[in-house]
């Protein structure tokens, strides 16, 4: 999620060969592949290759990668996941040059077959806006998303899971370019069931190829793999397929007016916990007498990509299935308290755990190192959660099974429990932490299981962090 420009630093992964696993599962067969793209060429498409790139921007800035073209010098506050992202051929003129960031024709279409990752908490496909023309002529970032992401929860396939299961997905702002790459993947054996349409909406799009066209993206999110393996090797070699798909002869457009979006919230929320959150304030600081505590305010941001767009705001990677909260030093987007630790601070960030009331699928806290490199530097999840509350709240309380407590330090006990040592990541020389260091915080909590989207705003008690200190 970033504000100059979210830029990505991509290490090139060519797309894979045809794999014989995409021959297995609903009835395809191997040469199906094949028989899609002679199907559309015969219905008067060019069809060009394009490939995948797995995307990890910290280990790019870590080891002073730069991309021509990506002016930034910045980890953009990445969660250090590896995500995906599409890489496709610039136009039919120019096959053999592929780009992330790309511009499409009104008739076009971005098609990508294959398999879905296999088991994580979360994945998204994302369509983006990347950059627009402003009236004045100038080419302004706008990473910010055009609706929603295909998610785990909202993925058309034939598989008994979302996971390791048939997909294809057809990125168009035309219903009758669909309709046509429908009938060509359907007729390649690839049944419906598993054909997901994810729309460009051309009522909001400068298309084309012009140099005042907008400039689109694709990208797939991940988050917590069920085997570190199984997600190292998908990402490193995914079993996915990704085409460019051109009308040779321009038609009449039939563009999709913009898709309706999922509705964020169920009206159920954590209200009923907030004097109990205030309850847990009391009894963490009642466990460190002696040290002055000092509120740190957060705040919802990245909310909507529409919003962001409107406002002419770079929201760096937006997520309508997410839920993010920031703190600390994030100027670029209005968090602006210039939070240190010393060696005898300390953080303790709290709350609701998101996950045990049902509002996120999975839910994470990250500290950076804001001020220039903006650099994850200490992260955790809802499975570090169980138990760390209890010791603040009466016993037996009940509230502590959904809540969670935990201490963010510079120098963390030797075997203290429930307590985040802050470094920077494995083998990253560029970066010192030291008491002069800026810390930014992103909490997230994505994809709320009763709606197939994110947490709605209104409906989750946000996250604290306190700063402890034996100086006021």
């Known amino acids: 999620m970033k504000a100059t420009m979210l830029m990505t630093v991509i290490t090139a992964t060519l797309m894979c060969p045809v794999s014989s696993a995409l021959s297995q599962p609903a009835g395809q067969r191997p040469d199906a592949l094949k028989t899609f793209t ?3 060429e015969r219905d008067g498409f060019d069809v060009n290759t394009g490939a995948t790139a797995a995307i990890n921007v910290v280990a790019a800035w870590c080891a002073g990668t730069t991309i021509p073209g990506f002016p930034f010098d910045h980890a953009l506050y990445s969660n250090n996941q590896p995500y995906l992202g599409l890489r496709v051929p610039i136009s039919a003129q120019e096959p053999g040059k592929l780009t992330g960031p790309f511009k499409l024709g009104p008739e076009e279409a971005i098609v990508l077959i294959g398999l879905t990752p296999p088991p994580e908490r979360y994945f998204g496909f994302y369509p983006f806006l990347k950059t627009k023309v402003n009236p004045d002529g100038v080419r302004q970032p706008l990473w910010a998303t055009l609706g929603d992401a ?5 993925v058309k396939t034939t598989g008994p899971t979302p996971f390791n299961s048939p997909v294809a997905l057809i990125f168009t702002p035309d219903q009758g370019t669909d309709a046509r790459v429908r009938a060509a993947l359907r007729h390649a054996g690839y049944p419906a ?8 909406p051309a009522s909001m799009l400068n298309l084309g190829h012009d140099e005042n066209a907008d400039e689109l993206f694709i990208v797939m999110r991940n988050a917590i793999w069920l085997k570190e393996a199984d997600g190292d090797s998908y990402i490193q070699n995914p079993p996915l397929h990704v085409f460019r798909v051109t009308p040779r002869t321009p038609a009449i457009a039939k563009p999709f007016p913009a898709p309706p979006l999922r509705v964020r919230g169920t009206g159920q929320t954590e209200m009923n916990l907030m004097n109990k959150l205030g309850q847990l304030r009391q009894g963490i600081i009642a466990a460190n007498p002696g040290l002055h505590a000092t509120d740190i305010q957060t705040r919802p941001n990245f909310y909507e990509g529409y919003d962001y767009i409107q406002r002419g705001l770079d929201p760096w990677g937006d997520s309508r299935d997410a839920l993010f909260l920031t703190a600390g030093y994030l100027p670029e987007f209005g968090s602006t308290n210039e939070v240190t630790l010393a060696d005898d601070e ?3 960030v709290y709350g609701v755990n998101h996950v045990a009331t049902a509002k996120a699928t999975y839910m994470s806290v990250n500290v950076y190192a804001s001020e220039t490199a903006k650099v994850p530097i200490g992260g ?3 499975r570090d959660f169980p138990n760390t509350a209890t010791p603040y709240l009466p016993s037996g309380d009940p509230a502590a099974d959904v809540m969670y407590a935990y201490r963010i330090s510079r120098n963390c006990a030797a075997g203290e ?7 920077a990541p494995e083998g990253c020389t560029r970066l010192t932490i030291d008491s002069s260091t800026v810390l930014g915080i992103i909490f997230r909590a994505y994809l709320e299981p009763a709606t197939g989207v994110g947490p709605a705003m209104q409906e989750i008690l946000y996250d604290r962090v306190i700063k402890f200190s034996p100086r006021p």
């Open 38 to 40: 002679n199907a559309l």
């Open 150 to 154: 295909v998610n785990n929860a909202t």
């Open 193 to 200: 069931a598993i054909i997901n349409t994810v729309v460009f």
């Open 346 to 348: 300390f953080l303790v």
């Open 380 to 382: 955790l999840d809802d």
């Open 417 to 423: 429990a429930n307590c985040k040592q802050l470094s």
